[in-house]
């Protein structure tokens, strides 16, 4: 503290470390914008150049605006967006997470892979090792739905935190709407998130003793939860910063084989959604707009052989990820 004086010592701490070995790499990897600058720093300032790789990710400036952590157009602000112009300029590849991001930062890429100077740019969005999913069967199901006590349920699952860009009200009327549709509706919610955040919510939209679960599961037991669900939500805020945005939560709700129920507005959402037919996309966050979804769903039937394809196909991580980093990191050489 102050965060800005302890930020900048980490970014003058990190790049003297990558300096004082730099001669060893070919690449140096930047996953967002300080550890970029560390990079680009201590390359600027040492004989050797290697290749700067800006995984941009998310649009970091945004975030903190939108997040309300910064003011709009502060001091803070106008310096990030300083140091982001320089390392846009400074790489020699990018990665973003969205075809939206592409679109709103390197759109002439979207056709030949390359911005109008030649740098090759990728989009790789949030991955899951789907070995990891495989358990998610059918067996596994029944087993956690009987551990549970929740054969007979209907079951919506909530996998993340909440506040700032996770809509904590929002999601909890969502419940309320799903128990208002199902008379036998029970709320999974999986969260690192004290409970205490959202259970005084939950009880608000009806929920009593158990009809809901707020527990805090370890990674490796995510797909067995997940699983024993039948279909999933994700609401995070549709501001600007979130175009750059691939939640991962909904590549794991897909590879468990679950329909998602999500806001429109967030990265590539809406194309997985509407364009690969894996769910209902909401407009508005309203009690209407809720039960409109919850009939979607229904239309679509079973769908979690498609659901799990859908995972396949988009999100990888050997197919999808590594493939496309192994393919970036040859255009670099």
Known sequence: RPSAAATAWDIFRGAFYIWRRI??????????????????????????????LFD??????????????????????????????????ESD???????RAREILLPESKETGYDKHGRPVEVIPCCVDLERFASATPETRTAMRERLGIAEKRVMVYVGSFGGWYLTK???????????????????????SKPEVIEPLLR?????????????????EIPEYLVAADMAVSFIKPCYSKQASSPTKNAEY?????????NSGVGDV??????????ALIEKFDRESYLRAFDRIETLGDIAG??????????DLKTIGGRRYRRLYSALR
């Open 204 to 220: 608000y939209a009806g929920y009593k003793d158990g009809e809901y679960l707020i527990t805090r599961v370890p990674s490796t």
């Open 170 to 192: 929002e999601t909890a009327d969502f419940f309320g709407a799903f128990r208002e549709k199902y008379s036998n509706a029970f709320a999974m919610i999986l969260t690192q």
């Open 23 to 52: 001669g060893r790499f070919d690449v140096l990897h930047g996953r967002v914008h300080v550890p970029t600058l560390m990079g680009a720093l201590a390359r600027k300032f040492s004989p050797r150049k290697p290749k700067l």
């Open 306 to 315: 498609h659901c799990r394809s859908v995972a396949t196909d988009e999100f």
């Open 254 to 262: 897909l590879a468990c084989g679950l329909p998602i129920i999500a």
């Open 93 to 99: 590849a990018f990665v973003v997470l969205t075809e």
């Open 270 to 279: 809406d194309v997985l959604i509407e364009g690969r037919g894996v769910g």
């Open 56 to 89: 941009i990710r998310g649009f970091m400036p945004e975030e903190y605006t939108d997040a309300g952590i910064w003011p709009e157009d502060g001091l803070l602000y106008r310096g990030a967006k300083r140091v982001e112009r320089w390392l846009m300029k």
